[in-house]
């Protein structure tokens, strides 16, 4: 990771033809590159239009004009980086913009790498590592709830809550210290008692962030799902249903399917990664083998599984019995929790859709080729997922703040449960342990390896 504070550039938008392009440089030498690109009459004006925009003629090598466009300058440490930034808004030509950004590059800028304006924002306090983060969720959000979770982290909302949640331990932490000092530790006090009471709530609220975390994560990332069950159940026919296309191949002959087929698809907001697999029953033929051996991973690599029969044919009761039988992955994945039955075909009863709770299992009923129950699925994915509609400002999360926050939950809640049997000084070093683990997801506390994969994975001109 590069920590250099030299003067980067990079192309902002999309590579291609478009109206405009726009270059964005930031470093201390901003000025004198753009002093070397722009016809010299206007810019000398881009130093004194700090926040405005300039019009101005871009030259090649010998000062012959080759565009005209504007120039936004931002003095530091009053813009994006901190740094001074310019902002180059040209004709989006493929071409023109090359040679405008090899102009930067022959006036002393170097090309930025992937995310390293973002990352200079963050090295110089303008904003904070989930921030930072938010801004890559943000460009590539696939719902807009997935849109409006980021917006909101952007904007602070998560970092506000750890940042409370860090004072009220950085509270507790002052008042152990003090016990420590003066108290004599086998005796129960109700100092110790109230200090006891501050860690519940603090428990409390961090638990909260976690579950608002959890359901910003799967909104984000999305799930992968399995579609598995008997030969001519129905499973391609559910997939084309819900990517609203005829992507796999239907028949009424059992086996169609052979290989795993994976379409990305959005169930209400939630992304999705749904697998179509070959259908499972004993076989002797090789290709069909192979093909149920793949499906039966794809148990393994999904996080939830939607078992699928004829309703016609057979009931959830019946058709658990005889599944797992002959398939212990199946049996694994319901001992997992991970599975919706799905009891399709109602058409052919003339049964209603429906979506019940039977025994350990929701079962959704619904006919995929008619269109019918989709909203029970849906339903039942979103419950899965933990997604709930609060209407309260919600907050996009990464797979590191969970692991993060349920760190902190765990020495947090050993803090609670054994408050009277352990040492104070235990209690202090675990505090300061919670206290560590919320530092790092705002990047307060944080190692130098862990940005480098963090921004190396921005786009570039980020
Ligand atoms: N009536 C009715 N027929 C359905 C429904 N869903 C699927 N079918 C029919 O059932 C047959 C098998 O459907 P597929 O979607 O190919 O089943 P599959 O589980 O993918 O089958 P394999 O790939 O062979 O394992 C086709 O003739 C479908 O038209 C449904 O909801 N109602
Ligand atoms: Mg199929």
Redesign the pocket.
Known sequence: MDLSNDTIVARATAPGRAGIGIIRISGSRCLCVVDKLILQSCSKSVKNQNRKATLAKFVDENNTVIDQGLVLYFAGPYSFTGEDVIELHAHGGVVLLDWLLQRCIDSGARLANPGEFSLRAFLNNKIDLVQAEAIADLIDSSSRQAVRNAASSLQGFFSNEIESLVESIVEIRVQVEAQIDFVDESIETLEQSKIRFQIERALGSLRMILRSANQGCVLQEGLRVAIV?R???????LLNCLAGQNRAI????????RDVLREKILLGDLPIEILDT??LRETNDPIEREGISRALQSINECDLVLLIFDAAQTDPEQEIKNITKYFDEIDKALDERKVILIE??I??LGKQPQMVQQDNWRVVSL????VLGIPYLIRSVYEYAGIVETGENQYTARRRHLQSLEQAESYLKQCFENFFNISLELIAEDLKLVQKELNVITGKFTADDLLGKIFSKFCIGK
């Open positions: 069950g030969p001519n159940a129905g499973k391609s026919s239907v028949t009424e002959y059992a086996g169609t399917t070959a259908g399709n075909k058409d052919l006919s995929a080729k008619q």
